[in-house]
């Protein structure tokens, strides 16, 4: 396992909701623009799961000190994010590499509108709404928090990894998730309404999946300016009511 920290303002190299200013475009284009650093991301990119320094270097056959430069410059100019190996072992834990959450869709790269694609098209093929279709991949693709493991942690962890940049705020057993960037502005700024309707259900599965929480409501925002907010509160039932 290893976890993965959050990109920050000092190491994202996006701001504005998701949108590349032209001086951080520049910054992304110009550290592509070494072909041994663009072979070092396509291979982070492309892994299956966070990757090493020393898989990189025979992957390379550089030595580790150009592997980590070349690394730097890719996590400044935020197209990979650090993190550190969750080690169960004795020994110091690794770091590990992989693709920024927001550069999915960029530089060639595979990006999350395949996902919301596939999840529209098994709503209009099984006749369901956007919401029950989310709900069905929510309960389906999600599994159960390991022991001592909170569930709001997990569901931060995946809006994260999808590029929603989320903020928790908590008052008592009520949690409310301000998303900071929709990184489905484009079909949402004509599809709003089915958008959300997705993602509020996606949310509600995996709430019934993992259990011990609920799904209130979904705010929508203009995802252009984005700020949505999913409202949560823990349940009373930490086993689920439909697992």
Known sequence: MT?????GPQDSGLRDHGVRRPLELQQAA????????????????????????????????????????????????????????????PGRPRLMYQLHPEAAGTWGIPGPYQYL?????????NGRSPRVAGRAAGRREFT?????????????????????????????????FVLGRCPFEHVAVGNQDTV?????????????????LEVLRLVDQNPRQAGCRLLLRRSHDPAGAHC
Do not use: W
């Not at 694609?117 to 093929?125: F, K, P, R």
């Not at 993602?199 to 019934?208: I, K």
């Open 3 to 7: 976890v993965i920290v959050p990109p």
């Open 30 to 89: 110009k550290a592509l623009g070494d072909p041994t650093r663009h072979r070092i991301f396509r291979y982070v990119a492309e892994a299956v799961a966070p990757v090493g320094v020393a898989e990189l270097t025979d992957f390379m056959s550089l030595n580790h000190n150009a592997v980590r430069q070349h690394l730097s410059v890719l996590r400044a100019a935020g197209l990979v994010v650090e993190g550190l190996e969750d080690r169960q072992r």
């Open 117 to 125: 694609a596939g999840l529209l098209a098994e709503a209009l093929s």
């Open 144 to 176: 159960r928090p390991g022991p001592g493991e909170d569930p709001l942690d997990v569901i931060e962890a995946e809006m994260t990894r999808e590029g929603f940049r989320p903020s928790r705020a908590t008052q008592g057993d009520r949690i409310d």
């Open 196 to 212: 959300c309707q997705l993602h509020l259900g996606l949310a509600e599965g995996m709430a019934d999946r993992m259990g011990g």
